[in-house]
């Protein structure tokens, strides 16, 4: 169980790396391939916005990766709950007020991640 949380959380960890360059560095070219239903006019004046959205998937990748250095289990335990939580919240919240697919795309895996941390 624990190997799989880890690969979890390491692959939850690599989306918001992933997200984080996109929003931050890639908004007006791979913003526009993942983002279709957005006008396409608005990637250039909302690029500071993605830029600081970017920053803060930064974080949470930071996060979840910090856990890999805690050498004690609750405590790595408990900051792998925190960030996955957090990414949770943040899934669901882009499922309610964007678009359904971010559930599935930010939040489930994050869940599964929690599961098998909470399992461990």
């Known amino acids: 169980m624990e190997l799989i949380a880890k690969i979890l959380t390491a692959l939850v960890a690599i989306e918001h790396l992933y997200i984080l360059y ?10 526009k391939k993942t983002f279709r239903n957005f006008p396409a006019d608005l990637f250039t004046p909302t ?8 920053l803060y998937n930064g974080f949470l990748a930071a996060g979840l990766i910090w856990t890999f250095f805690i050498t004690d289990n609750l405590w790595a335990t408990n900051i792998a709950v925190f960030f996955l939580s957090c990414v949770i919240l943040a899934g669901v ?3 309610l007020t964007a678009s359904k697919k971010i559930f599935i795309v930010q939040a489930v895996p994050a869940i599964l991640a929690l599961v098998f941390t909470l399992l461990k």
């Open 22 to 31: 996109m929003e931050m560095f890639a908004w007006e070219t791979l913003g």
């Open 93 to 95: 919240y882009g499922a």
């Open 47 to 54: 690029k500071p916005l993605a830029a600081n959205q970017g």
